[in-house]
């Protein structure tokens, strides 16, 4: 167990629709990172936050948002779903924001279907 | 710009046999390089990471990863495959101020 908690495990929903993922990072991480892993593109980083500020963007479609509250959670808001969106969403979390040498810890990931 | 390339996408041994998964990496600077593994419906667990400090990196499960600079190569050798490790393996590669960029990933399936 990493310590890194993710909710909901399992999401089904049809296309157009909306949804939110939560992430619970371990105590005293500050960074918290969502991926998407897909068949198709395999894993890619979406984007960080630290400390609740937006650190890093990757592949982040327009349609997905995230934010990093004042308890450190963090969620994933998925809008418009398009088919293509099903995959595996991991989050995870470090202590720190760019230490190259730091470990992230993932949480066992959130499997969304769009039907 | 840094990049991964593992070189196998399925490798298939023996119990009992050893492992060696294969793992070059392009990068601009000296990277952090790390290997991790994700089981059948599970999350990301670590390995080991090299932080380039010793070059032969030991990490859990008996698995080690030797980091050579001249081959831009860290590859993930285990002397003898379990059952148990029959898994998802990921090369990571990641330079100061940039995130982790992840290898395609190799599935080792680890025969009775």
């Known amino acids: 167990d990493s310590g890194v908690t993710q909710t909901p495990k399992h999401l089904i929903t049809a296309t157009g629709q909306r949804v939110t993922l939560r992430c619970s990072p371990r105590?005293?991480?500050?960074?918290v990172y969502w991926y998407q892993q897909s068949l198709d593109q395999g894993l890619q980083f979406l984007i960080q936050y630290y400390n609740g500020e937006e650190r890093a963007k990757g592949n982040i479609l327009e349609r997905f948002s995230a934010q990093q509250f004042p308890d450190l959670h963090s969620e994933l808001n998925l809008s418009s779903l398009e088919l293509g969106d099903s995959a595996l969403y991991f989050c995870?979390?470090?202590?720190?924001?760019?230490?190259?040498?730091?470990?992230?810890?993932f949480g066992p990931g959130t499997r969304l279907l769009v039907l | 710009a840094q990049s991964v390339t593992q070189l196998d996408s399925h490798v298939s041994v023996s119990e009992g046999t050893p492992v060696l998964l294969r793992c070059n990496y392009s990068s601009s600077y000296s990277p952090s390089l790390f290997w991790y593994v994700q089981h059948p419906n599970k999350g990301l667990q670590l390995l080991l990471k090299?932080?380039?400090?010793?070059?032969l990196v030991k990490g859990i499960n008996g698995f080690e990863a030797e980091f050579k600079k001249s081959e831009t190569s860290f590859h993930l050798t285990k002397p003898s495959a379990h059952m148990s490790d029959a898994a998802e393996y990921f090369c990571v590669v990641v330079n100061y101020g940039q995130n982790f960029v992840f290898g395609p990933g190799t599935r080792l399936s680890v025969l009775p």
């Open positions: 105590s005293g991480d500050l960074s």
């Open positions: 090299y932080t380039s400090a010793a070059t």
């Open positions: 995870a979390s470090s202590v720190a924001a760019d230490r190259v040498w730091e470990t992230q810890y």
